[in-house]
T-cell receptor, first 113, second 110 residues
Framework: SAVISQKPSRDICQRGTSLTIQCQVD?????MFWYRQQPGQSLTLIAT?????????ESGFVIDKFPISRPNLTFSTLTVSNMSPEDSSIYLC??????????FGPGTRLTVT | AQRVTQPEKLLSVFKGAPVELKCNYS??????LFWYVQYSRQRLQLLLR??SRESIKGFTADLNKGETSFHLKKPFAQEEDSAMYYC????????????FGTGTRLTIIP
């Protein structure tokens, strides 16, 4: 299975600022996903990041708020822009390594004050 | 709307007792279904999937198309089973996007 790392593991940010979260995979993967897990809630898919094309966003998520980069098959970034306290969440990246099974990173715990 | 329901947010079971974590889905067709687990201080990981029909860590899950359920079961709970469990249907093959249930926090009482 893929080894996935995320940076930072946690951060405390002021409202109005932006944070970029990095996701690194130790092997080449076609599909990467970004999820949000708000306190006490389940995982919600933000977008699918494919290399060489624009990310595909789910309903309720827009590129201006959550811009995503996917420069190669092992790396992706998610930026949380113009943050508000409602953006306080755990942000997870995952990869599909085939057979529709997803492997998850450790998550980034974001607190917005 | 397509949905997945895990009716119990919290479930406490004595060690050695049977465990059943419920999952109901409302997808048409033949979805593939997964159970993911998150142990304390660990990342979310795949526990088992319907198509493999395996028993993982003593857990099994049977797809009941009539009841549209995919309940997770274990005959004898162990303390290390304490974790957060998520049911995750894949609506159809060719669509890689999982939808996660709200999760059930299982606590095994020693």
């Amino acid at each position: 299975s893929a080894v996935i790392s995320q940076k930072p593991s946690r951060d405390i940010c002021q409202r109005g600022t932006s944070l970029t979260i990095q996701c690194q995979v130790d092997s080449q993967v076609t599909m990467m996903f970004w999820y949000r897990q708000q306190p006490g809630q389940s995982l919600t898919l933000i977008a699918t990041a494919n290399q060489g094309s624009e990310a595909t966003y789910e309903s309720g998520f827009v590129i201006d708020k959550f811009p995503i980069s996917r420069p190669n098959l092992t790396f992706s970034t998610l930026t949380v822009s113009n943050m508000s306290p409602e953006d306080s969440s755990i942000y997870l990246c995952s990869v599909d390594q085939g057979a529709y099974e997803q492997y998850f990173g450790p998550g980034t715990r974001l607190t917005v004050t | 709307a397509q949905r997945v329901t895990q009716p119990e947010k919290l479930l406490s079971v004595f060690k050695g007792a049977p465990v059943e974590l419920k999952c109901n889905y409302s997808y048409s067709g033949s979805p593939e279904l997964f159970w993911y687990v998150q142990y304390s201080r660990q990342r979310l990981q795949l526990l088992l999937r319907h198509i493999s029909r395996e028993s993982i860590k003593g857990f099994t899950a049977d797809l009941n198309k009539g009841e549209t359920s995919f309940h997770l079961k274990k005959p004898f709970a162990q303390e290390e089973d304490s974790a957060m469990y998520y049911c995750a249907p894949l609506p159809n093959f060719g669509n890689e996007k999982l939808t996660f249930g709200t999760g059930t926090r299982l606590t095994i009482i020693p």
